[in-house]
């Protein structure tokens, strides 16, 4: 599975305040919409955590209806990081 990053727990959590249902989401309520534990989007929302699962990452999006590209980045390997790499490095 590939992961993004947070780009901002701040953004993030902007979003979440501005939510367009009548009652705005919380970390309980947008975790359960997204089938998530609660504790993984707080930890997201606060910055504990910096990357998450894409797919997780689309429903949270979503559910926020922000644009995915103003909350989650892909994660950049290191160039040069490749298997080929590493397994022609074994004896």
């Known amino acids: 599975m590939t992961r993004v990053r947070v780009l901002s727990p701040q953004r993030l959590r902007e979003w979440l305040a501005r939510s367009e249902r009548t009652v705005p989401h919380n970390v309980r309520s947008l975790a359960a919409q997204v ?3 609660t504790p993984l989007v707080g930890h997201l929302l ?31 390997l290191p160039s040069g990081n490749t298997n080929s790499e590493s397994e022609a490095a074994e004896p």
């Open 35 to 37: 089938e998530v534990s």
């Open 46 to 76: 606060t910055g504990k955590r910096e990357t998450v699962d894409t797919e997780v990452a689309k429903r949270i999006s979503e559910e926020l209806k922000a644009p995915f590209e103003e909350l989650f980045a892909p994660i950049e």
